[in-house]
Antibody, heavy 120, light 111 residues
């Protein structure tokens, strides 16, 4: 059974850099055939795709966030991470990681989400 | 503003059939398959339909998806109280270099 688990600081101050990690079990992020993705959901709002990474290190980012985000992978730990710079209150959200099978282009497994609050 | 357009709300009584629409463009739904996600209160989204009309293992056949041109629909038949949730459609968008776009979500209320 594939499982994803997000982890992060919970609270960051405005203008700081947010770092989140997704730990994958039940599958290898180097197995190929999948993107590994970040999605967020502002409180009471809809879903917003942030970006994804392929096991080769190739990344794809949401154009609206591209200047502030970076997604990387640590294959030794079977984890991938999100960095978001210069955060503001608008970045307060539930952050999810998910697996994307390239053959179907959908998010088939999701983590439970981690809440990030941006506040001084 | 979401790239895919869904009605903000829908409702039905137990046993009824409800349909949720999702409208896109030639570069999104018109060129790619659609997925649907169910988000129960306080939980992560769950994949409900993929490739327009395929159900993952474990999803009841009361849920069905369809696509025509640049629009897609999710139908829920035999509505049950536990179907009360938010529903999202999503598709790749070729005009955005293969990026993902979501609908704004539809809150389904079972009356």
């Amino acid at each position: 059974q594939v499982q994803l688990q997000e982890s992060g600081p919970g609270l960051v101050k405005p203008s700081q850099t947010l770092s989140l990690t997704c730990t994958v079990s039940g599958d290898s992020i180097t197995s190929g055939g999948y993107f590994w993705s970040w999605i967020r959901q502002n409180p009471g709002k809809g879903l917003e795709w942030i970006g994804y990474i392929y096991y080769t290190g190739r990344t794809f980012y949401n154009p609206s966030l591209k200047s502030r985000i970076s997604i990387s992978a640590d294959t030794t730990k079977n984890q991938f991470s999100l960095k978001l710079t210069s955060v503001t209150a608008a970045d307060t959200a539930l952050y999810y990681c998910a697996r994307v099978p390239l053959a179907y282009k959908i998010f088939d497994y999701w983590g439970q989400g981690t809440l990030l609050t941006v506040s001084s | 503003q979401s790239v895919l357009t869904q009605p903000p709300s829908a409702s039905g009584t137990p046993g009824q059939r409800v349909t949720i629409s999702c409208s896109g463009s030639s570069s999104s739904i018109g060129s790619n398959t659609v997925g649907w996600y169910q988000q129960l209160p306080g939980t992560a989204p769950k994949l409900l339909v993929y490739s327009n009309n395929q159900r993952p293992s474990g999803v009841p056949d009361r849920f069905s998806g369809s696509k025509s041109g640049t629009s897609a629909s999710l139908a829920i038949s035999g509505l049950q109280s536990e179907d009360e949730a938010d529903y999202y459609c999503a598709a790749w968008d070729d005009s955005l270099n293969g990026h993902v776009v979501f609908g704004g979500g539809t809150k389904l209320t079972v009356l």
